[in-house]
């Protein structure tokens, strides 16, 4: 019993894993749109893609 209780525990923490690391790339494809459109400038958005 305490084995599937495991087992289900590490399948939530890749899924939760999973799902954090989807919405940390969608932030950050949803900023750069943004700084985009706020500057209308490749510019801006190349010094911060430089930065990561």
């Not at 525990?9 to 999973?18: K, M, T």
Request: aromatic fraction near 6%; proline fraction near 0%; include cysteine.
């Amino acid at each position: 019993m305490k084995t599937k209780t495991l087992n289900r525990n590490f399948i939530l923490l890749i899924i939760g894993q999973a799902s954090s690391m989807f919405g940390t790339v969608l932030l950050k494809f949803t900023v750069s749109l943004l700084i985009l459109d706020l500057t209308r400038s490749a510019r801006a958005l190349k010094n911060l893609c430089k930065r990561e």
